[in-house]
């Protein structure tokens, strides 16, 4: 399977810390660039209509994850925090030292911890349909149900379940409010992309790290304060993450913003390209 046709683009495969990274671009190559990062069952595809009309002035680069899309498998099991350092040496390689930064799902937890650990390599940052990482008991057990519908499930039979059943195609029947930009078509484009074998063990390691490591690291060890801006957007409608975990009120952070969406669910990026391109535009402006 190749990567789905998506007009204008470079594509090129860059090696950083062992991970082969597919990365597919848009825009002058010297112009300000914008990485911008996708989540869970996705790839690069997730940001399609960004990278077919790049904003004048940026540079919008896609790469898939490790493990997922077309990348390489990571020589880790998908700990978020060496991810996030994947990422980073993957901006190295590619000779960025700053740039503007987005996030969806996964991608926007990748985010966070590259933000707050490397502050000095990003201008601003835009989470997409991602809680903050700055919660507490209190505010995360009111929702932790929703994780528990569907995280537990893919951490333990993630393989035969991207590869064998039609559950993908089920999550964004039910996951998506406005269906117009998911086709059958577009939908074939993921799911079938994670009947790969390394793409589905790359998904199932992301979540059986998360609830295996991650979580009970989380209670130990708290997230530093963040210095980026940050304007986050979030799909009111998102049945997997409830609004209240993207607040500002409990944001640790000097510059933090959220605008909550109505009519778009959590696939941001797809139900709201429009809107997601225009306020990627003012937070270059207010940057700039």
Same mark, same amino acid.
């Given at each position: 399977?190749?990567?789905?046709?998506?007009?204008?683009?470079?594509?090129?495969?860059?090696?950083? $810390?062992?991970?082969?990274?597919?990365?597919? %671009?848009?825009?002058?190559?010297?112009?300000?660039?914008?990485?911008?990062?996708?989540?869970?069952?996705?790839?690069?595809?997730?940001?399609?209509?960004?990278?077919?009309?790049?904003?004048?002035?940026?540079?919008?680069?896609?790469?898939?994850?490790?493990?997922?899309?077309?990348?390489?498998? &990571?020589?880790?099991?998908?700990?978020?925090? %060496?991810?996030?350092?994947?990422?980073?040496?993957?901006?190295?390689?590619?000779?960025?030292?700053?740039?503007?930064?987005?996030?969806?799902?996964?991608?926007?937890?990748?985010?966070?911890?590259?933000?707050?650990?490397?502050? %000095?390599?990003?201008?601003?940052?835009?989470?997409?349909?991602?809680?903050? &990482?700055?919660?507490?008991?209190?505010?995360?057990?009111?929702?932790?149900? $929703?994780?528990?519908?569907?995280?537990?499930?893919?951490?333990?039979?993630?393989?035969?379940?991207?590869?064998?059943?039609?559950?993908?195609?089920?999550?964004?029947?039910?996951?998506?409010?406005?269906?117009?930009?998911?086709?059958? %078509?577009?939908?074939?484009?993921?799911?079938?992309?994670?009947?790969?074998?390394?793409?589905?063990?790359?998904?199932?390691?992301?979540?059986?790290?998360?609830?295996? $490591?991650?979580?009970?690291?989380?209670?130990?060890?708290?997230?530093?304060?963040?210095?980026?801006?940050?304007?986050?957007?979030?799909?009111?409608?998102?049945?997997?993450?409830?609004?209240?975990?993207?607040?500002?009120?409990?944001?640790?952070?000097?510059?933090?913003?959220?605008?909550?969406?109505?009519?778009?669910?959590?696939?941001?990026?797809?139900?709201?390209?429009?809107?997601? $391109?225009?306020?990627?535009?003012?937070?270059?402006?207010?940057?700039?």
């Amino acid at each position: 399977m190749t990567p789905p046709a998506i007009d204008g683009v470079r594509r090129s495969y860059v090696t950083a $810390r062992d991970v082969r990274f597919h990365v597919t %671009e848009a825009g002058p190559a010297d112009a300000r660039p914008v990485v911008v990062l996708h989540g869970w069952p996705q790839h690069h595809y997730t940001y399609r209509h960004l990278l077919a009309d790049p904003p004048p002035g940026l540079r919008v680069i896609a790469p898939d994850l490790p493990g997922y899309g077309w990348s390489g498998p &990571p020589p880790h099991r998908w700990s978020k925090a %060496e991810v996030a350092a994947d990422v980073l040496a993957l901006l190295d390689e590619l000779g960025i030292e700053r740039t503007l930064l987005v996030g969806h799902d996964w991608g926007g937890y990748i985010g966070f911890l590259m933000i707050t650990q490397a502050p %000095e390599r990003f201008d601003g940052f835009m989470p997409l349909n991602m809680a903050h &990482p700055w919660q507490t008991p209190r505010t995360l057990a009111p929702h932790l149900w $929703r994780f528990l519908l569907y995280q537990p499930l893919v951490a333990t039979l993630g393989m035969p379940l991207h590869q064998r059943t039609p559950f993908l195609r089920w999550l964004f029947r039910g996951g998506v409010k406005n269906h117009t930009e998911f086709t059958a %078509e577009v939908v074939d484009v993921y799911a079938d992309r994670f009947r790969d074998p390394v793409v589905a063990r790359a998904a199932t390691d992301t979540y059986r790290t998360f609830l295996l $490591r991650e979580v009970p690291a989380q209670a130990r060890t708290a997230t530093p304060r963040a210095t980026v801006p940050i304007r986050a957007l979030f799909g009111k409608e998102d049945g997997a993450i409830h609004p209240a975990l993207a607040s500002a009120e409990t944001a640790r952070a000097d510059d933090y913003a959220v605008e909550y969406v109505s009519g778009s669910g959590h696939f941001i990026a797809e139900e709201r390209p429009e809107l997601v $391109r225009e306020r990627l535009v003012a937070l270059a402006a207010e940057t700039g």
